[in-house]
Nanobody, 119 residues
């Protein structure tokens, strides 16, 4: 079993910055991709950014140029640096880790951290 602990959410004014962290611990077989998703009230959960073990990244168009995802493989930790935040970035942000087992890849989710951007 894998545990994910998120931190770094909070309240910030528009134009400000926040950094989210997500540390994985427990029975880690082989972590594959790591990423962040978000869910705003009344909306579906959406991808924000992902990063592979090799460092390849993918971003939602709405955050390109403002958010940066990174990971520390030695610490099994993924980060999301969020700059130039906008009110529309307000959501609960969830860490996602894909773990590769011998015959299956399993998704693990963090508990979520609230990000609120005031105008």
């Amino acid at each position: 079993q894998l545990q994910l602990v998120e931190s770094g959410g909070g309240l910030v004014q528009a134009g400000g910055s926040l950094r989210l962290s997500c540390a994985a611990s427990g029975s880690i077989f082989s972590i594959n991709a790591m990423g962040w998703y978000r869910q705003a009230p009344g909306k579906q959960r959406e991808l924000v950014a992902t990063i592979t073990t090799g460092g390849s990244t993918n971003y939602a168009d709405s955050v390109k140029g403002r958010f940066t995802i990174s990971r520390d493989n030695a610490k099994n930790t993924v980060y999301l640096q969020m700059n130039s935040l906008k009110p529309e970035d307000t959501a609960v942000y969830y860490c996602n880790v894909k773990v590769r087992y011998p015959s299956i890849i399993v998704d693990y989710w963090g508990q979520g951290t609230q990000v609120t951007v005031s105008s």
